[in-house]
């Protein structure tokens, strides 16, 4: 389970913040990490400050986007510190997180995504996600470096796991029941966005009602057989073309 779960780290600017979350990961037995665009990467820092962790390093994959890095994950969570306009589910304490990530990871890959040194992810990315998480910290100064971020989080997710019931691992979940991947949930919001355009739903090219739309279904969170039957309903309901 716990190789089911990414970090993710997207736009790093020093090359020792990768090593010093890798040693993070390392500690609490996680493995996957993916860099979206780093700086520098390789880098001799990187490797140093892994301080026992190379191998994460070595094995580190680069993606050229966010999208990229996570479209086979069915649930991403992207840690900010900041209030965002953007109405997704957001876990206020890490062990409410850990909890369900755990869960998720069962059967398939989930991702922890933690954005640039200075200002994080920005709007866009966190579109990305499916969730958002915040580390509660001193009000008057609440400042985590990267890789003390991907410790808290690491943490509370190696607890959740050690907590599991031994034969939770032996009932998994019906392939119906899973959640899509992000991949899935953006082919449905295309097919969604093109049958609002074409029955002349959507009239303003920048209305924020597929922004919105996208907030509702990652707060009802459908399972893989409930997305597959809202597909087949945009199907019925799109319009055929000429040539049918």
């Known amino acids: 389970m716990l190789a089911n779960i990414r970090i993710v780290l997207v736009q790093t600017f020093h090359p020792g913040n990768i090593g010093a979350s890798a040693r993070a990961m390392k500690t609490m037995g996680l493995s ?8 520098c990467f390789p880098d001799p820092e990187a490797s140093r400050l892994a301080a026992g962790a190379e191998d994460l390093i070595d094995n580190a994959r680069v993606a050229t986007s966010l999208a990229e890095a996570v479209e086979d994950c ?12 953007l109405p997704l589910p957001h876990y206020d304490e890490p062990d409410a997180l850990a909890r369900e990530l755990v869960q998720n990871a069962t059967t398939d890959p989930v991702a922890l995504v933690f954005g640039r040194e200075r200002f994080g ?4 990315e966190i579109r990305c996600c499916s969730h958002q998480v915040s580390i509660p910290a001193n009000p008057d100064y609440g400042i985590l470096n ?10 509370e997710t190696f607890r959740a796991w050690r907590r599991l019931p031994e034969n939770h691992f032996q009932q998994p979940r019906p392939a119906g029941e899973r959640q899509p991947t992000r991949e899935q949930l953006g082919h449905f919001h295309d097919h969604l966005s ?4 074409q029955s002349g739903f959507l009239t303003q090219p920048h ?22 039957l809202l597909r087949g309903l945009l199907s019925a309901l799109e319009p055929s073309s000429p040539d049918d």
Do not use: C, H, I, W
């Not at 992810?121 to 866009?124: E, F, Q, S, V, Y």
């Open 194 to 197: 093109r049958v609002m355009r």
């Open 207 to 228: 209305a924020r009602t597929e922004a919105q739309l996208q907030a509702l279904f990652a707060r009802a969170r459908p399972s893989r057989k409930e997305l597959s």
């Open 32 to 39: 996957d990490l993916v860099l979206v665009n780093p700086r």
């Open 146 to 155: 990267l890789s003390q971020a991907v410790q808290v989080l690491a943490y």
């Open 121 to 124: 992810l920005t709007n866009d």
């Open 74 to 85: 069915v649930q991403v969570v992207g840690a900010s510190a900041r209030l965002r306009s």
